[in-house]
């Protein structure tokens, strides 16, 4: 028989885990000695548990299933509470597997190093910020209830919680079983999906508006020959941004309200029926809409149900509905033809000159650069460069877009390049590097050599553009670029233009080592995607 370890391991790793990120502690030792010399999954130990759960979140993004965060009790557990909540947010099914007490421990009358209020402080933090919970504490019950929470985190796409005593570790248990999927019960499926036909058949005008929950369950390629078999355009969310890269025939571009590109905004406000599939319907998506939903012609699929009109069909997987439709739709005839607004613009041919670099010239830059290169994975953090990121053409984006944590960015594209093994472009602002950019010294241990631009605007200029007159936005100039060889890869900072096209060339071509392009961006310089999010907030204030 298996021991615990062992058991939950290869219990993650058949459920879809294909490495583990982590910080070990004297809760977890035994576990991290058997994840090593094992080795049924790679662990990549970093070096803050905020990155731990941001590179999990990433690597889960970019899978389509789960990522796995390792932690300590308390400490080490607290630490990583930021970004699991985020991962719940925007819907990332992150596995935190998190070391506790023994029960000897427990019944010792002591406080235990690490603990906050109670030694059961920490499960009651993550029960809030987790779909569901197991305390590993019964070696008979202890592999269904692995099943279980590892079921649920690939059904609710929700990060989940395993508490592990490191007195669990060595016990003997029966190998973790991968429980069935709950499929739809076929006839609400059936009428469900008959309802939507029937609804987007009346419509003239009818859009496909995709986020998140597309990509989690894997079925960008299936939405893609829904729209195509209906003649329907589709349109991503701001959160949703990088998805169906593969269709341009059918995607039309980001939804931004009135930030965005005004054809595509026309293309969603005019709709006589809207198909939200796996969108979330948060601030970041739609603050700027300058028409609410109208319900009667508006269906909305996630978090298994969907919302027809105004009835709502429960347990309903966002997978199953769209196989249905395309069973329903099968053969059709062919489809209405529309006339379509051209794919949105993305910036490209970028003069390089002397003058001084505006994010969008990174836009340009960059688009330049995929095509002559190919596109690369991306990675975001919150900031104006997750704004520029929607002016470059619409390649594979992990970005926090809703729950608009800092910090994000260069984790995340650890976690991509780890659990890819692609090379991702990371984008990042100087204030969200100073918090977890360091991380990039981790990369030299794994071989990792992504291209990361920091947008050095010393400034946090996200919050001077909502209120200008405060001075404690004014940053000083860490110079990132001359402590990159320290951490083991190579650094530039590049001030114009000409400088910038030169370095990413360069970056392209040096691999083996991270490449740190530091673009001296001019304080109170944003991109033009910011600009209009701004004063298309202002004015929305202004309505109210
Ligand atoms: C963890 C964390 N702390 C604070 C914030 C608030 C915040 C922003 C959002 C509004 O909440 S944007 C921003 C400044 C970002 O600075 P930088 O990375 O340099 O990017 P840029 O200069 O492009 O703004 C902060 C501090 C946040 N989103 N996340
Ligand atoms: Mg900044």
Redesign the pocket.
């Known amino acids: 028989m298996p021991t615990l370890a062992t058991a939950l391991l290869q219990g993650l790793k058949d459920h879809g885990a294909r490495e583990l990120f982590g910080i070990p502690g004297d809760f977890v030792l035994p576990f991290f000695k058997i994840v090593e010399e094992t080795a049924i999954l790679p662990c990549f130990t970093l070096s803050h548990e905020p990155a731990v759960g941001f590179a999990a979140d990433a690597a889960a993004r970019y899978r389509s299933g789960i990522g796995v965060a390792v932690v300590t009790y308390g400490a080490g557990a607290f630490n990583v509470v930021?970004a699991v909540a985020g991962a719940y947010a925007e819907r990332s099914p992150v596995v935190v597997v998190a070391g506790a007490p023994g029960a000897r421990e427990r019944a010792s009358g002591l406080l235990l190093h690490h603990q906050a209020r109670s030694v059961d402080t920490q499960f009651a933090v993550f029960r809030e910020i987790t779909c569901d919970q197991a305390v590993l504490d019964d070696p008979v019950t202890a592999p269904g209830e692995i099943a279980r929470v590892l079921r649920s985190a690939r059904e609710r796409s929700l990060p989940v919680y395993i508490e592990l005593p490191r007195d669990m570790v060595d016990v003997e248990v029966a190998p973790v079983p991968v429980l069935p999927p709950r499929a739809a019960e076929p006839d609400a499926l059936a009428e469900c999906a008959a309802e939507i036909v029937a609804l987007l058949g009346r419509a003239t005008s009818p859009v496909i508006v995709v986020d998140v929950e597309v990509r989690r369950y894997g079925i960008e390629a299936a939405v893609a020959t829904l729209a195509r078999r209906l003649g329907i355009p589709v349109v991503t969310t701001f959160m949703g941004r990088g998805l169906l890269q593969q269709a341009p025939d059918v995607l039309r571009g980001t939804y931004l309200g009135s930030a965005g590109d005004p054809a595509v905004t026309r293309l969603v406000e005019d709709a006589d029926a809207l198909l939200l599939l796996g969108v979330i319907l948060c601030d970041t998506n739609f603050a700027l809409s300058e028409k609410r939903f109208d319900w009667r012609h508006t269906v909305l699929a996630i978090d298994r149900s969907v919302r027809v009109g105004h009835h709502v069909y429960p347990d309903l997987p966002i997978e199953d509905l769209v196989a249905a439709l395309l069973d329903r739709t099968e053969g059709d005839a062919a489809p209405k033809p529309r006339t379509l607004p051209p794919f949105e613009a993305y910036p490209r041919g970028l003069v390089a000159d002397d003058r001084p670099l505006a994010p969008t010239d990174i836009a340009t830059a960059l688009n330049d650069l995929f095509d002559r290169h190919g596109p690369m994975p991306m990675a975001s953090?919150?900031?104006?460069?997750l704004f520029t990121a929607m002016e470059i053409d619409n390649t594979a984006l992990a970005a926090p877009g809703y729950y608009?944590?800092?910090?994000f960015g260069v984790p995340a594209g650890i976690g991509v390049a780890a659990a890819t093994g692609t090379r991702p472009l990371i984008l990042?602002?100087?204030?969200?590097?100073q918090?977890t950019g360091w991380e990039l010294g981790n990369c030299r241990r794994y071989g990792l050599d992504p291209i990361v631009i920091v947008?050095n605007?010393a400034?946090?200029?996200?919050?001077r553009v909502f209120q200008p007159e405060s001075k404690f936005n004014d940053?000083s100039d860490w110079n990132f670029a001359a402590a990159a060889p320290s951490l083991g890869g190579h650094g530039e900072r590049v001030s114009t233009r000409k400088e910038l096209a030169a370095a990413l060339e360069q970056a392209v071509a040096r691999r083996g080592v991270f490449s740190l392009i530091e673009a001296m961006i001019p304080r109170g310089v944003t991109s033009r995607t910011l600009a209009r999010f701004v004063s298309g907030l202002k004015s929305a204030r202004d309505r109210q």
């Not at 990042?428 to 590097?433: K, S």
């Not at 400034?459 to 919050?463: A, H, K, V």
């Open positions: 930021n953090d919150i900031g104006d460069c608009a944590g800092m910090g990042v602002g100087d204030g969200a590097f918090m947008f605007n400034s946090w200029e996200m919050l940053l």
